[in-house]
Each structure stands twice: as C-alpha cells, then as structure tokens.
C-alpha cells in the first residue's frame, strides 16, 4: 500500500516567520506528488510535483521534491494569519491501478499574529 | 466552472439507518472521487469513477457502501445500515483525465457532507 508520512503534526507560529512542512512518501510507480491546503471544508490545490529538484514556486509558497530520497518539503516564508490551515500532501501513481489519490494526514499550521 | 457541489452539508442519522449523498463535479470533468475524512486524519480514499465505469473500490469499504455514477455525470454515495463509526466527513472530487495520455488533473473537491451517526 501506498504510504505518506508528514511532520510536523501541528506547528504554531507567529505572523511573519518562515515555516518548513516536511512528506515524505512510498508508493509503487510513482507520478506525482500534491500539496493541498485545506482550511475549513474542501482542499485546495497548491502545487504539483514531477520532477526532482524542481522548485515551484507562488508567491510566498514553495514547494519542492526529492525523488531519490522520497520526500518533498512545502515552505512559507513571512507567514500571515491567513496561511492557518491543514497542510495535506499526497500522491498519485502511474500504471495499473493509476488514479486515486493518497494523503498523509496533514500538518496543521497555526499563525499568531 | 461552478465547482464540485455536495448534498446534504450536514447530516444526522440513527444508527441502523440508510443515507444517501450526492455529489456534482465538474462538468467537463471524467473523474469522480469519494474520500471520507475524520478530525486529524488525511482523506481517506473509497471509491472512484471514470465516467459512468467505476474503476476502483478501497478494500477496506464494507459492502454497505455503495457508489454510482450513472451517465457519467453525478454521483451518490449511499451507506446501508449505518453505525456509529461511519461519522466522517465525505467528500468528493473531480479532476480532468486526457484520454490516450497520463495526465490527470489535481482534484478540485466539494465542501463535504458531514453524517453523524448517533
């Protein structure tokens, strides 16, 4: 079975510092990699991750993946009140079986202003 | 694009009882997905549909869950016999698959429909 692991489990903050969200993964034939943030009800996409070594970037977020070593890590610089959430990542798989997605449970982020 | 929509919001049932959930995703979207999520878990994956065919079911669904997707368009989600552990928060999702490639879209989920077994 698939398996996503991240950590930390919560993290608080205050407005304005830097914040590192770490996932690592095992899947078989792995595509992709996700990151969703998921504030009251439904998630919503951030990033898709192929490649490795490939920084996608929006705005304050970024996001990267390291394929050799199974892990990707979601970084928010200057973080403001706003960016409190549930960090989910997941992944997806190519070949037979390709389709579903599969989620670790999350990094809850809490923003103090 | 007026996003995935789910029926009931919320829903409160007695134990032993049947519901039913609906869900419309996206219009030009041939995936549908069913998750169930519950307080500090990741969504957790049940069931997904391409078009109207139903391609793959969690083995770790109970048989008193079914899903449907006739026409390929809107989807229900319904669960028989309801226990106490079914209280979850079910969501759905859609995303885009290009035929004849791999690419599948990110999943754009629904608000949820929250059931509560008492």
């Known amino acids: 079975e698939d398996k996503v692991v991240q950590s930390p489990l919560s993290l608080v903050v205050h407005e304005g510092d830097t914040v590192t969200l770490n996932c690592s993964y095992e899947?078989?034939?792995?595509?992709?990699l996700l990151w969703y943030k998921q504030e009251k009800k439904a998630p919503t996409f951030l990033f898709m991750l192929t490649s490795s070594g490939i920084e996608k970037k929006s705005g304050r977020l970024s996001s990267i993946l390291d394929k050799k070593e199974l892990f990707s890590i979601l970084n928010i610089t200057a973080t403001q009140t706003g960016d409190s959430a549930i960090y989910l990542c997941?992944?997806?798989?190519?070949?037979?079986?390709?389709?579903?997605?599969?989620f670790g449970d999350g990094t809850t982020l809490t923003v103090k202003p | 694009d007026t996003g995935v929509s789910q029926d009931p919001r919320h829903k409160i049932t007695k134990r032993g009882q049947n519901v039913t959930f609906r869900c419309d995703p996206i219009?030009?979207?041939?995936?549908l997905y069913w998750y169930r999520q519950t307080l500090g878990q990741g969504p957790e994956f049940l069931t997904y549909f391409q078009n109207e065919a139903q391609l793959e079911k969690s083995r770790l669904l109970s048989d008193r869950f079914s899903a449907e997707r006739p026409k390929g368009s809107f989807s229900t989600l319904e669960i028989q016999r309801t226990e106490q552990g079914d209280s979850a928060m079910y969501l759905c999702?859609?995303?885009?698959?290009?035929?004849?490639?791999?690419?599948?879209?990110?999943?754009?989920f629904g608000n949820g429909t929250r059931l509560t077994v008492t």
């Open positions: 899947v078989t034939n792995f595509r992709s």
């Open positions: 997941a992944v997806e798989r190519t070949g037979t079986n390709a389709g579903k997605s599969t």
């Open positions: 219009s030009e979207h041939n995936r």
């Open positions: 999702a859609s995303s885009l698959r290009g035929r004849g490639s791999s690419y599948n879209s990110p999943l754009h």
